[in-house]
């Protein structure tokens, strides 16, 4: 089994930064590939950003490209999510993810994730 804990969530105003963590424990993969999904209320499950074990490949959602950064440190098996210039509409509960398969590529899907973290909040203010 593989736990996923983010952390780094929180309030900010419309145009600030924060910066989300995900740390990845239990049974490790070699080339899992991991990644973030969002979910406000009402609304469906939202693929934000995804990275390869390398990092050589990255996916981002059009609504966040430009904005955030995704970024990996295998070393500590943690994954992070920059994210800058945050507007109301990124307020949602944002989940690590991670596939196990290692098939080198990001997918914007969620069942392709088998892994899920427990989700931290973001709310950003006008």
């Known amino acids: 089994q593989v736990q996923l804990v983010e952390s780094g969530g929180g309030l900010v105003q419309a145009g600030g930064s924060l910066r989300l963590s995900c740390a990845a424990s239990g049974r490790t993969f070699s080339t899992h590939v991991m990644g973030w999904f969002r979910q406000d209320p009402g609304k469906e499950r939202e693929f934000v950003a995804g990275i390869s074990w390398s990092g050589g490949t990255t996916g981002y959602a059009d609504s966040v490209k430009g904005r955030f950064t995704i970024s990996r440190d295998n070393g500590k098996n943690t994954v992070y999510l920059q994210m800058n210039s945050l507007k109301p509409e990124d307020t949602a509960v944002y989940y690590c993810?991670?596939?196990?398969?290692?098939?080198?590529?990001?997918?914007?899907?969620?069942?392709?994730?088998?892994?899920w973290g427990q989700g931290t909040q973001v709310t950003v203010s006008s």
């Open positions: 993810v991670l596939d196990p398969r290692g098939l080198g590529y990001v997918s914007t899907f969620p069942n392709q994730y088998r892994y």
